[in-house]
């Protein structure tokens, strides 16, 4: 496994992520007749919220990025992206244990939404998240605390 490490975000990351956005979905909304070179980055940049967000770094490097905002009665997990060289790594499940581990000791619900047939769907449901709903694009998940 590589050896990683998280830091909050800043607003001077807002691009870094915005780009590494646009690479790591594109397949996906382009299989979903969804992408849009320009409207891909300025999703994230205005949605992009540095205070519920953290940087995932390896060799002190930027390598993705993941938020969890809370809302009522649960934390939302958005923009998890990791750079496509380090997909399976182990990094995002480290990431995500370590972010689930702190949701199960405050007794708090994580929701998130995943694009049809995403891969990273199986990531979540390896840990604990089970459908909620769907949509021809989306496909809502919910994690009890455990």
């Keep these: 496994m590589v050896d990683w490490d998280t830091r909050p975000a800043s607003v001077s990351d807002v691009e870094a992520v915005a780009e590494l956005r646009a690479v790591v979905m ?28 953290r940087v995932i770094e390896v060799d002190g490097r930027f390598a993705g990025c993941v938020a969890l905002r809370p809302a009522e009665g649960a934390h939302w997990l ?3 992206y990791l750079a496509p060289r380090l997909q399976g790594s182990g990094i995002g499940s ?20 995943v694009l049809q047939g995403s891969p990273a769907r199986q990531l979540y449901e390896r840990h604990g998240f089970t459908l909620e709903s769907e949509d021809p694009v989306d496909v809502f998940m919910v994690r009890e605390p455990a």
């Design 26 to 53: 594109r397949a996906d909304l382009e299989r979903l007749g969804r992408y849009d070179e320009r409207r891909v980055r300025q999703r994230l940049r205005d949605g992009f919220d540095p205070a519920h967000t």
């Design 78 to 80: 958005e923009h998890f």
């Design 94 to 113: 480290g990431v995500l244990r370590e972010l689930l581990e702190r949701c199960d000791s405050d007794g708090t619900l994580v929701r998130l939404n």
